[in-house]
């Protein structure tokens, strides 16, 4: 009933940009926190970055000055611009929210289904 979908994935050459895109819909009575999770193949899903609902936002060491997360005008969504794009950061992006289903609910997590990123040199 929950639903993440993400957008803006692609392939692009080292250097380049990519900005991916995601919204939460279905019924989630509130979203606490929203954020950017990557997997490469033989590799653990890992945080990228997080905003939460009061702004603050966490960035993993090896995106830092080179990503920016940021919350959309429209309810519960959220973007990831991508900057200066190497071959390291070639993954699956996940999106992810921390949210309610109901206010006598404690928080979980919601997935999407992931956007791939492949980074060509």
């Known amino acids: 009933q929950v639903q993440l979908v993400e957008s803006g994935g692609g392939l692009v050459q080292a250097g380049g940009s990519l900005r991916l895109s995601c919204a939460v819909s279905g019924s989630i009575f509130s979203v606490n926190i929203m954020g950017w999770y990557r997997q490469a193949p033989g590799k653990q899903r890992a945080l990228v970055a997080s905003i939460t609902s009061g702004g603050t936002i966490n960035y993993a060491d090896s995106v830092k000055g080179r990503f920016t997360i940021s919350r959309g005008n429209a309810k519960n969504t959220v973007y990831l611009l991508m900057n200066s794009l190497s071959l390291e950061d070639t993954a699956v992006y996940y999106c992810?929210?921390?949210?309610?289903?109901?206010?006598?609910?404690?928080?979980?997590?919601?997935w999407g289904q992931g956007t791939q990123v492949a980074v060509s040199s």
């Open positions: 992810n929210a921390v949210g309610q289903i109901s206010r006598q609910t404690p928080p979980r997590n919601y």
